[in-house]
């Protein structure tokens, strides 16, 4: 799973039907690996809205799942962060 700020929402007329219904939000992922991408379009569970932080799942299998393994989906916003509490390793 991996954190993330909702940046925007995509809006597609024309689109596979496991789409219907759902909403598919933009999220920029935050500590992204070189070469990765840096935003991601992922269906949203909860709501989440521009500005909101958000955890993402972003593994097939697991994100098919939610949806009963139906349709091509890989990316899932699965909870709205409240707050994140860094702790030092005190090294």
């Keep these: 799973m991996k954190l993330g700020t909702v940046i925007g929402n995509v809006i597609a007329t024309a689109h596979h039907p496991a789409y219907d219904s759902k909403?598919?939000?933009?999220?920029?992922?935050d500590d992204t690996a070189v070469g990765a991408?840096?935003?991601?379009?992922?269906?949203?569970?909860?709501?989440?809205g521009p500005g909101d932080r958000?955890?993402?799942?972003?593994e097939g299998n697991g994100a098919g799942q939610l949806f009963d393994g139906?349709?091509?989906?890989?990316?899932?916003?699965?909870?709205?962060?409240?707050?994140?509490?860094?702790?030092?390793?005190?090294?």
């Design 70 to 91: 139906r349709g091509p989906i890989n990316t899932v916003i699965v909870g709205i962060v409240d707050a994140v509490h860094e702790q030092s390793t005190g090294a």
């Design 23 to 29: 909403k598919m939000m933009v999220v920029q992922l």
């Design 37 to 48: 991408p840096d935003s991601v379009i992922a269906l949203d569970q909860m709501s989440a």
């Design 54 to 58: 958000v955890l993402v799942m972003q």
